[in-house]
């Protein structure tokens, strides 16, 4: 992008309209990449004509140029958002609103939500006088514009525009935003539904009671269950304004209904937003409407909504008040969890296998021996391996309250069908949990049990559960120790080396890579550095370019008689090979380690 400066190419020497002429041959271009890194360097255009000419020449082209391809478009709303210093700062920040305005009623929703955006963040910086001189009618006139483009844009600014304007504006933007909420298409409806809650934050409460209740009750009996489902978020908001008593009154007949829409998805959303609910209508209504509702979703006979229930199970246990919450979940939760972890739905069983371990120190130990263990032992025995590994991947809540010897029988032969299951996506999964299990069922049964699993994934035919597997050895080093890993983990992966498939041998590397980073100096040096050294005559090349990579990784922890006498006569020979790899990775370990 040209700076204020003469072009020679330029005959008429007028240097103040030439950034402004190069931008213009620029946006015209074919090329729409051009076009769009000419938006993104707007910033140097507008710094090197000043902020007067970026506001009587720039901005007045720009809100002329769209017309452009939604990827520009975008860009150029995004740029408008940063703008307000390039035109002088908050006193003239209105000029940027026609641009922004025009952007706002654009068929692409993800410009219009830009526009939106930056509209919002410019809105702040509006003194009170320019916030009702220029921005206001922006609002009205997008609120009543004849594309529902528009409208939709509009329903984003009341809430940044209401709270610093007078008594008579606030009561043309009520009066707006009725309208809005009682458009003729949906598409403005469900905008402005979602916006309904935001709105409610910076009204006064007397007209929340008076003017946007009504819009809420209405909007949650829309015909559209798209509306419908968005007027559920706005619940929220409106139930943290008012009191436990106006929320008992006039929200909750309306959630009761939602929570009993015919709608799936309606019924879905009060699911999924069934924490936020609980904390914002209080105890009290959740004892007496929120713990019937849960238990309703819990059984409804929708998947998809037992699922979202599920998955709120452990934060809405924790959430109920404590005097009440054992006998709660004993009574209303725990017997649909029963019914719930022998469900026909996989993702029904995940979400629940996923949260369920939470509830033992909620219950304490007696009820998770007596009613939950069971169900732990029912879902590690699942068919879906999701199933087996969110209960696995949870098995800390559990060994925090009974200890995990209750489990660990029943355990075993989960993780082995995992670990050796056909998907490899489950296999790199169970990898992950394997630290955690180490730590829970502690180095005695590891040793026994689990630790011929970690062996086996190393020479496993797929790279990323070798890579994850290598990872793991690092993991457990860690949390049972270097003496372990000496006597345990290392003889075994150096063996790895005399391995026939070369890839094995290649993880053996890899494996020192990672454990001499947890033992260090001492295993380094005495334990690991022969088996490298020997890998360096390895007729494959991958092999020898990775014992160069090997010692750049372990030389850190090498004294420099060690680097000298050992290192560097392996070194020396692997920069003679005749592969260029391995030529290359010698010279470079040479540099890195300061053989001399």
């Known amino acids: 992008m040209a700076s204020v400066v003469k072009s020679e190419s330029d005959p008429s020497g007028d240097e103040a309209l030439y950034p402004i002429a190069v931008l213009i041959d620029e946006l015209r271009n074919e090329d729409v990449q051009l076009r769009l890194n000419s938006i993104r360097k707007l910033s140097t255009i507008a710094l090197a004509l000043g902020v007067e000419r970026t506001r009587s020449e720039l901005i007045p082209f720009l809100t002329e140029t769209i017309y452009d391809e939604d990827e520009v478009l975008l860009a150029l709303a995004e740029q408008l958002g940063n703008f307000t210093p390039l035109v002088g700062g908050a006193e003239y920040v209105h000029c940027l609103l026609q641009p922004l305005e025009s952007l706002a009623t654009v068929e692409e929703t993800v410009v219009r939500d830009k526009a939106v955006e930056s509209l919002r963040q410019v809105a702040a910086l509006h003194s009170p006088h320019d916030l009702e001189h220029h921005f206001v009618p922006l609002v009205k006139r997008l609120a009543i514009g004849d594309w529902f483009t528009s409208r939709t844009s509009a329903c984003g600014l009341f809430s940044v525009s209401y709270p610093r304007v007078s008594s008579s504006i606030k009561s043309e933007l009520r009066s707006h935003f009725r309208n809005l909420c009682g458009d003729d298409t949906p598409m403005v409806r469900r905008a402005a539904a979602a916006k309904l809650g935001e709105f409610a934050k910076v009204m006064e409460l007397d007209y929340v009671k008076s003017d946007l209740i009504p819009l809420f009750s209405h909007l949650a009996q829309d015909e559209q269950d798209s509306v419908r489902l968005l007027a559920i978020e706005a619940c929220v908001q409106i139930a943290q304004v008012l009191s436990n008593e106006d929320t008992e009154q006039l929200v909750m007949p309306t959630l009761r ?27 009290t209504i959740t004892n007496n409407d929120l713990v019937p509702a849960f238990q309703n979703l819990l059984k409804d006979c929708e998947a998809e909504v037992r699922a979202a229930a599920c998955s709120k199970m452990k934060d809405f246990s924790n959430a109920l008040p404590t005097e009440t919450r054992e006998q709660v979940i004993m009574t209303y939760v725990l017997p649909c969890v029963k019914e719930l972890v022998n469900d026909t739905n996989m993702h029904v069983k995940s979400a629940l296998a996923s949260v369920i371990m939470g509830l033992s120190p909620i219950l304490g130990k007696d009820n998770t021996i007596e009613h939950l263990l069971p169900m732990f032992l029912t879902q590690l025995k699942d068919e879906v391996p999701e199933v087996r ?70 020479i496993d035919h797929v790279y990323a559960i070798r890579e994850a597997a290598t990872a793991n050895l690092k993991k457990l080093v860690e949390k049972f120790g270097v003496d372990w890993a000496q006597q345990t983990i290392i003889p075994k992966v150096l063996q790895m080396s005399r391995d026939q498939n070369y890839l094995h041998r290649m993880t053996c590397l890899f494996c020192v890579n990672t454990l001499a980073e947890g033992c260090q100096k001492e295993s380094a040096t005495k334990l690991m550095m022969p088996t490298v050294i020997g890998l360096a005559s390895d007729p494959v090349p991958n092999v020898k370019f990775n014992v160069a990579k090997t010692f750049i990784r372990i030389g850190q922890w090498l004294d420099q008689a060690t680097i000298q006498q050992q290192v560097k006569p392996v070194l020396e020979k692997l920069k003679q090979d005749s592969d260029a790899d391995v030529q290359f990775f010698a010279m470079e370990a040479i540099e890195l380690l300061n053989v001399k």
């Not at 939602?258 to 609980?278: C, G, I, N, P």
């Not at 098995?395 to 670990?419: F, H």
């Open 389 to 458: 590994l969110n209960i696995i991947s949870n098995l800390d809540c559990v060994n925090e309250v009974i200890g995990i010897k209750q489990l660990s029988q029943s355990l075993l032969p989960a993780i082995v069908d995992l670990a050796e299951d056909n998907k490899w996506r489950v296999r790199l999964a169970i990898i992950e949990y394997m630290p955690l299990l180490a730590g829970q069922l502690g180095k005695e049964f590891f040793d026994e049990k689990l630790n011929s699993l970690c062996m086996a994934w190393l």
């Open 257 to 283: 209904q939602a929570a009993d829409d015919k709608s799936w998805r309606v019924r879905y959303m009060v699911a999924d937003k069934f924490t936020e609910l609980q904390k914002a209508v209080g105890p």
